[in-house]
Structure formats: structure tokens, C-alpha cells
């Protein structure tokens, strides 16, 4: 059974740093493509940062030079390192990992960037 176990939400002023760790189990880390997710009230779940199997990462416009998505595959876990937050990251944080037909989610971990 795939499990994804989110960590490292929590309330930051503007201008903080976080950083969100998702913990997997039940599969074999390093062969997923992996990536952070947000959601905002009202609006959709937007891509925010990606890493495939070849540690190519991809980030959002609105992310780029702040945020950092790396993963640690001896631990079989991955992070999101959130620099120069702004109330507009302000999100419901879910990360994913999928990889053929197997696509698995997190429970999803709150930030809240608020002074």
C-alpha cells in the first residue's frame, strides 16, 4: 500500500521560510516522478514544483527563485524548501508522485503566510 505523508505546514510571516517534507512508503522512491502541488480557496490545484526520474526539476512562474523541490532517496523522502514566502502561497500543499498508472497524493499540509 502507497502512503505519502506530509509534514512542515504551519503559519509564517511574509518574507519566511518553510520547508515541506512528504514521506513515502510502499514504493520504490527513486524510479516516481514527484512533485509539489498547491491549492488556494476558490481556486484549482496548480502545479507548483516537479522533479522526474532524471532529477530534471521544473517550477511554476511564481516560485521560480524562491522555492527548491529535492528529494532524498536513502530516506524515501522529498522536500519543498519555501524561501521569501508571500501571503499569496498562502495554500492547502500536496505532494505527488506517480509514475505509469500509479498516481498517489498526499493528505495535504496548510501554509498560511500571514504577519
Known amino acids: 500500500q502507497v502512503q505519502l505523508v506530509e509534514s512542515g505546514g504551519g503559519l509564517v510571516q511574509p518574507g519566511g521560510s518553510l520547508r515541506l517534507s512528504c514521506a513515502a512508503s510502499?514504493?520504490?522512491?527513486?524510479?516516481?516522478?514527484m512533485g509539489w502541488y498547491r491549492q488556494a480557496p476558490g481556486k484549482q490545484r496548480e502545479l507548483v514544483a516537479a522533479m522526474g526520474t532524471g532529477d530534471l526539476t521544473n517550477y511554476a512562474d511564481s516560485v521560480k527563485g524562491r522555492f527548491t523541490i529535492s528529494r532524498d532517496t536513502a530516506k524515501n523522502t522529498m522536500y519543498l524548501q519555501m524561501n521569501s514566502l508571500k501571503p499569496e502561497d498562502t495554500a492547502v500543499y500536496y505532494c505527488n508522485v506517480k509514475r505509469g498508472v500509479g498516481d498517489y497524493w498526499g493528505q495535504g499540509t496548510q501554509v498560511t503566510v500571514s504577519s
Open positions: 510502499g514504493i520504490i522512491f527513486s524510479i516516481y516522478a
